[in-house]
C-alpha cells in the first residue's frame, strides 16, 4: 500500500516563499508520474504541478508558472515543490498525489492518481 505524506506548509508573508516536500513509500516511486492539487477552503481542488517519473515533463498550472518549481529525487523518493513569490491566493491545502508505476508524461486529472497525502496547510498573509 502506497503511503504518502506532505511537509513544509505554514504561514508565510505575500512575497514569501516555502518549499514543499512529498514523500512516497511502498511502490515503485521512481515510475511514477507525481502531481501537487490545492484545495482552498470553499473552492474547488484544483490542480498546481505535475511531473513525470522521468522528470523530463514537468507541467504548472498557468496561476503558478513562473514562481513555482517542482522537482523529484528518485533516490529518496521525494516530490519537492519550491514556492516563491507567494500570493494570498495561494492559501491552501496542498496535496500531493502519485500515479500508478508505468505511465508516461503527466496529466492534470485527480482521478488518474490513486494515492493522496493528508495535505499540508499553505497560508499566506497579505
Known amino acids: 500500500q502506497v503511503q504518502v505524506v506532505e511537509s513544509g506548509g505554514g504561514l508565510v508573508q505575500a512575497g514569501g516563499s516555502l518549499r514543499l516536500s512529498c514523500s512516497a513509500s511502498?511502490?515503485?516511486?521512481?515510475?511514477?508520474?507525481m502531481a501537487w492539487f490545492r484545495q482552498a477552503v470553499g473552492k474547488e481542488r484544483e490542480f498546481v504541478a505535475a511531473?513525470?517519473?522521468?522528470?523530463?515533463?514537468?507541467d504548472y498550472a498557468d496561476s503558478v508558472k513562473g514562481r513555482f518549481t517542482l522537482s523529484r529525487d528518485n533516490v529518496k523518493n521525494e516530490v519537492y515543490l519550491q514556492m516563491n513569490n507567494l500570493k494570498a491566493d495561494d492559501t491552501a491545502v496542498y496535496h500531493c498525489?502519485?500515479?500508478?508505476?508505468?505511465?508516461?508524461?503527466?496529466?492534470?486529472?485527480?482521478?488518474?492518481?490513486?494515492?493522496w497525502g493528508q495535505g499540508t496547510q499553505v497560508t499566506v498573509s497579505s
Open positions: 511531473i513525470s517519473w522521468s522528470e523530463s515533463d514537468i
Open positions: 511502498g511502490r515503485a516511486f521512481s515510475l511514477s508520474s
Open positions: 498525489a502519485v500515479r500508478p508505476p508505468g505511465y508516461p508524461g503527466t496529466s492534470r486529472r485527480p482521478h488518474i492518481y490513486d494515492a
